[in-house]
């Protein structure tokens, strides 16, 4: 008799008879990620995605929760997740009157005027950072996780379920983003106005991801001081690899001289 962990129905055999999950639902493990199981339910979509994208919007550490401890079925494929948000965003921008590739654009050509430089920037230019960013913070998860999987010891997760984590919380980001700036975008408004809710929009993101390892943190039965230490720390360290991820790839496009 096996309890499966996606609708918690008693049952005999290999697949779940109410919801179809496999009997053997195993921790996500580095082996797990690489399976042909795993890599065929990628855009596997279904419903699962507009629930997912639903329970993220507000319960994004609880989520992160039953999708590590084998609560598969209902949601989407946590990767499959946040490139489909990714590739969204990408839509919405493309047809944005003010985006926050013109934000930034004129964020950092200030900067550099500010320090008598005569460099003109791009809009291509900043468009290739930030598509650089996504890409090289793809890569860092690894990096991004580490803090989290090291200091949140009670939660026993591995440190590729602590990649999960970091990798929804960019999914967060990312529909957050959708959400508000995203249509925000497409309007004919201002940029002194977009810009002005684009600084409140990012501060509520920020707050977001630290309720995201708040609620993550409702786990390991740590007492209210430890877990808001734990969860100021991991969120801290994961934004500060994010940012640091935009300093790198814009570093990249100047030492590739493409400004
Ligand atoms: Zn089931």
Redesign the pocket.
Known sequence: MTT?L????NFEGKF?P????IATTDRITLRRLFSGEFLSGLFDLDRGFWRACLELSYKPGFLCLEYIEGKR?TYVNFIGLLLVLLAIEAVLWSFAVNSPVQYMLREIQANLDANGSDITLSEEAIKSVLFNQKLLFIVAIPLAALVPWLFCRKLNFNWVEHMVVVSMLLSLNTLLGILTLGWLGLLPIEFSLYSNIYKYVSFGVVAMDFVLYWQLLSKGEYGYLKRFALSTLSGIWVILVIASSVQFAMGLLTARGMI
């Open positions: 499966c996606n609708c918690y129905t779940c109410e919801c179809g999950q079925k």
